[in-house]
Every structure is written in structure tokens, then in C-alpha cells.
């Protein structure tokens, strides 16, 4: 059974950092790309970030490069989103996705073909 499983969000000020965790079962991490998305009140869900199976590429919105930085773990099957110098504008619910197509080289941030979701972690960037 599939299943993915966010962590570690939070309430945190702004410039702060957060890690999310994205812990997967039912398949293994190194076979298939993972992207994070988010949403926040009254949004449309949005493409974060992605790497690619084998970690070789990763992409970002425009809006997050240089503050946020996606990776996985592969012995711990698990892919992680540090999130670094957090803007209010970063508050959102954020999703972890599967991509469907086994081994892709490439991620995209759209959310055509990612086929499983977890349930979602609440990050607030608020002083």
C-alpha cells in the first residue's frame, strides 16, 4: 500500500527555517521522482519543488530558489524540504506527491502525473 506521510511544519517568524519530511511506503523513494507542493487559503495548489529518482535534477518555483532545498534520504525513504530565510507568503498547507512514471530523468510542477498524496503539513510564517 502507498502511502505518504508529511512532518514538520509549524508556526515559525519570518526569516526562520523549517524541514519538512516526506516518509514513503509501499515503494521505494530511489524509483520514482517526489515533488512538494503547497496551497494556501483561498489558492490554487502550487508546484514547490521536485527531484528526480535518481536526485540527479531538482527544480523550483521562482519564487523559493535560493531559500528552499529539496533532497532525499534514500536508506531512510524519505525526501525532505529545507526551508530557509520563510516569508509570510510561504504559508501554506504543503503536500509531498509521488510521480507516476517509474524512473523518469525529469520532475515537473504541475500536478499531471503525480498519482499518490499525503495528507499534508500546515507551515505559518507569522510574527
Known amino acids: 500500500q502507498v502511502q505518504l506521510v508529511e512532518s514538520g511544519g509549524g508556526l515559525v517568524q519570518p526569516g526562520g527555517s523549517l524541514r519538512l519530511s516526506c516518509a514513503a511506503s509501499?515503494?521505494?523513494?530511489?524509483?520514482?521522482?517526489i515533488g512538494w507542493f503547497r496551497q494556501a487559503p483561498g489558492k490554487e495548489r502550487e508546484g514547490v519543488s521536485c527531484?528526480?529518482?535518481?536526485?540527479?535534477?531538482?527544480y523550483y518555483v521562482d519564487s523559493v530558489k535560493g531559500r528552499f532545498t529539496i533532497s532525499r534520504d534514500n536508506a531512510k525513504n524519505t525526501v525532505y524540504l529545507q526551508m530557509n530565510s520563510l516569508k509570510p507568503e510561504d504559508t501554506a498547507v504543503y503536500y509531498c506527491?509521488?510521480?507516476?512514471?517509474?524512473?523518469?530523468?525529469?520532475?515537473?510542477?504541475?500536478?499531471?502525473?503525480?498519482?499518490?498524496w499525503g495528507q499534508g503539513t500546515q507551515v505559518t510564517v507569522s510574527s
Open positions: 527531484i528526480t529518482s535518481s536526485a540527479f535534477n531538482t
Open positions: 506527491a509521488r510521480l507516476k512514471f517509474q524512473y523518469s530523468s525529469t520532475c515537473h510542477l504541475g500536478r499531471y502525473g503525480y498519482d499518490y
Open positions: 509501499g515503494f521505494t523513494t530511489n524509483s520514482y521522482a
